[in-house]
Each structure stands twice: as structure tokens, then as C-alpha cells.
């Protein structure tokens, strides 16, 4: 099996503890897309890395970022678009199998071969691996089927028996497995590093 890795990496800023907040009030005062470190207790905000759409009927200014975050794809001949603790502000149409009701939550995608394909579905629930945070994304575009797992399908069993009138069983449907992202953040504790 191959698998191609992406990394794209955000600085964020280092937030004390909420203060006045104990441990047992932090859980009652979970805010989506938030999380605080179970081994050092800092409090980490992603939201102010959300792009949130345009509001047509207020003026913008120059310093608010008012399209998804972009990302180079070098080895992959695809280029990729996100955004953090919500969909992409970009209108998706006819994004491979992806029901259209769900179009408006896709937080990660790519175009190729004029195609648009999911990599996955909006998630407000960062979560630690080790001391790396983490967001990931699931239930994207379906993946192709790899010819490995093709020609790993059963064999047909030729014999001499006289029951070749039965109708055989059927080997079970294989789950879609669908494209994922994990983006991982790097946590820089010094705000005033560029």
C-alpha cells in the first residue's frame, strides 16, 4: 500500500490557563475547536484560524483573510485547500462522492483532472498525539481501489463435485474506505517569533 504524507504547519500562540477556571469547570466550558493540554494544562484556541465568509453587507478590511488557507501539493500534482473548525468559503459543486448535502461542511479539498475531491469533512474536536495537536479531517472523497486489493479478492474454487447447480456465496462488499486529512500544528510558545 502507498501513502503520501502532507504536513502543513501554523503557528500559534501560547494561552495560559482560562483564568478562574479549574479542571472541573474547563470540561462544563468546552468551546468548539478548543482543547487544554491534560500534561501541562495550556488552553489552545484554533478558531482564530477559521476564515469565515465574507459578510456581503459589512466592508472588510485588508488585514481579514476572506478565502481558505492554501497549501502547495509538490509531490502530488494537486494543490490543497482548508480551513480550520469549519467548511472551506469556497462553493463546492459536484464534489466526487459526496452527497450534496454535505458539500458545505467539506473543510479540506482538491481539484484535479477538472474533478473536485473531499478530503474531509469539518471536525471542532482537536485532539493530542503525544504533545503534537491535531485536527483531523474524515469521510472525504471515496479513495480508488488499489489493484492489490483487487487481486486479493477470493478465488473462484474449481473442482470435480456434482454441485455446481447451488448458486455459490458471494463474498461480502467491501467498506468505500474515503480520504482523510490529519493536520498537524506546531504549538510555538513565543508570540513574537515571525
Not at 466526487?96 to 469533512?121: L, M, P
Not at 471536525?123 to 483531523?136: A, H, I, S, T, Y
Not at 472523497?141 to 492489490?148: G, H, L, V
Request: glycine share 6%; aromatic share 8%; with cysteine.
Amino acid at each position: 500500500m502507498h501513502l503520501l504524507y502532507y504536513s502543513l504547519a501554523f503557528a500559534l500562540p501560547y494561552l495560559p490557563s482560562i483564568s478562574g477556571a479549574s479542571d472541573k469547570d474547563s470540561s462544563k466550558t468546552h468551546l468548539p475547536c478548543t482543547i487544554r493540554s491534560s500534561t501541562s494544562g495550556a488552553f489552545f484556541d484554533l478558531n482564530p484560524l477559521r476564515v469565515l465568509p465574507p459578510n456581503p453587507s459589512k466592508k472588510t478590511s485588508k488585514e481579514v483573510q476572506t478565502e481558505s488557507w492554501q497549501a502547495k501539493g509538490y509531490d502530488y500534482g494537486a494543490n490543497f485547500t482548508l480551513n480550520f473548525c469549519g467548511g472551506v468559503v469556497e462553493e463546492l459543486k459536484d464534489v466526487v462522492g459526496v452527497d450534496e448535502g454535505r458539500w458545505r461542511n467539506v473543510s479540506a479539498f482538491y481539484e484535479k483532472g477538472g474533478k473536485t475531491y473531499s478530503i474531509g469533512q469539518q471536525n471542532l474536536e482537536p485532539v493530542f498525539r503525544g504533545r503534537k495537536l491535531v485536527l483531523n479531517y474524515t469521510d472525504g472523497s471515496p479513495c480508488p481501489s488499489s489493484p492489490s486489493r483487487r487481486s486479493a479478492s477470493p478465488r473462484k474454487i474449481v473442482d470435480d463435485d456434482d454441485d455446481d447447480e447451488k448458486p455459490r456465496k458471494s463474498s461480502p462488499k467491501e467498506p468505500t474506505r474515503r480520504k482523510s486529512t490529519v493536520i498537524s500544528l506546531l504549538c510555538d510558545k513565543d508570540p513574537l517569533n515571525p
